[in-house]
T-cell receptor, first 121, second 114 residues
Framework: GAVVSQHPSWVICKSGTSVKIECRSL??????MFWYRQFPKQSLMLMAT?????????EQGVEKDKFLINHASLTLSTLTVTSAHPEDSSFYIC?????????????????FGAGSRLTVL | AQKVTQAQTEISVVEKEDVTLDCVYE???????LFWYKQPPSGELVFLIR??????QNEISGRYSWNFQKSTSSFNFTITASQVVDSAVYFC???????????FGQGTELSVKP
C-alpha cells in the first residue's frame, strides 16, 4: 500500500536552532504533500500545502519565513522550523495524496506519515 | 464555511460495550468526502473510512460501522463490542473542493476499560 515515511520521529533542540523534518512517499509519487501541526490534546491544523517544483501555499496565520517548505522532488518534501522556540514544540505530521491514476490501494486517500515530535528547550 | 464538529471530547466505556462517536459537518460544496481516522497513543493516523457525498449507504467493516446522513449533515461512527485496543483518539475529517485539504474535527478520545 501507499506509505509515507517521516523522519525524524522525534527531535529535541535548543531554542534558536533550526530543525528539518523530511516527508517521503515511498512507493508512489506525490506532487502535493500537506503539513499539519498538532498541539497536545488538540486537533490537527493544516499549516501548508507543499507543491513539487513550486512555492508552498501557507494557511492563514502560519509564518512562511519560520516554517520553510521545500518540495524538491516527487517523493520528498521537507519542513524546516527556523530559529525554533519552545512555543514551536508540537507534533508535526505530513500527508500525501495517492493519485486517482494509480492502482495502489487507497487511491485518492490521504496517507499520513507517523509524525515528528519536536521539543524545543 | 467548512467545519467539522465532534461534540464528544472524551468517552469512556467498559469493554464489550457499543459506542457511537458523533460527527457533524458543514460545507457549501455539493461534492465532498468524509473521513474517519484513528490516532493511537503512538501518534500515527490510521485511515478507517472514506465516504463521498453521493453515497449515503451505511457501511460495516467488522466491528465498525458508519451512518452517513446528509439530511442532518452527520457521519457517525459506531464500534460494536469495544475492545481495549480501540482506545485512541478518533478524528472525523472533511475534504472539499480541490487540493486534498482535510478539515479535522476536534477529535474524540475513546477510553475502553477492561
Amino acid at each position: 500500500g501507499a506509505v509515507v515515511s517521516q523522519h525524524p520521529s522525534w527531535v529535541i533542540c535548543k531554542s534558536g536552532t533550526s530543525v528539518k523534518i523530511e516527508c517521503r512517499s515511498l512507493d508512489f509519487q506525490a506532487t502535493t504533500m500537506f503539513w499539519y501541526r498538532q498541539f497536545p490534546k488538540q486537533s490537527l491544523m493544516l499549516m501548508a500545502t507543499s507543491n513539487e517544483g513550486s512555492k508552498a501555499t501557507y494557511e492563514q496565520g502560519v509564518e512562511k519565513d519560520k516554517f520553510l517548505i521545500n518540495h524538491a522532488s516527487l517523493t520528498l518534501s521537507t519542513l524546516t522550523v527556523t530559529s525554533a522556540h519552545p512555543e514551536d514544540s508540537s507534533f508535526y505530521i505530513c500527508s500525501a495524496r495517492v493519485g486517482s491514476g494509480t492502482r495502489l490501494p487507497g487511491a485518492n486517500v490521504l496517507t499520513f506519515g507517523a509524525g515528528s515530535r519536536l521539543t524545543v528547550l | 464555511a467548512q467545519k467539522v464538529t465532534q461534540a464528544q471530547t472524551e468517552i469512556s466505556v467498559v469493554e464489550k460495550e457499543d459506542v457511537t462517536l458523533d460527527c457533524v459537518y458543514e460545507t457549501r460544496d455539493t461534492t465532498y468526502y468524509l473521513f474517519w481516522y484513528k490516532q493511537p497513543p503512538s501518534g500515527e493516523l490510521v485511515f478507517l473510512i472514506r465516504r463521498n457525498s453521493f453515497d449515503e449507504q451505511n457501511e460495516i467493516s467488522g466491528r465498525y460501522s458508519w451512518n452517513f446522513q446528509k439530511s442532518t449533515s452527520s457521519f457517525n461512527f459506531t464500534i460494536t463490542a469495544s475492545q481495549v485496543v480501540d482506545s485512541a483518539v478518533y478524528f472525523c475529517a472533511l475534504h472539499y473542493n480541490q487540493g486534498g485539504k482535510l478539515i479535522f474535527g476536534q477529535g474524540t478520545e475513546l477510553s475502553v476499560k477492561p
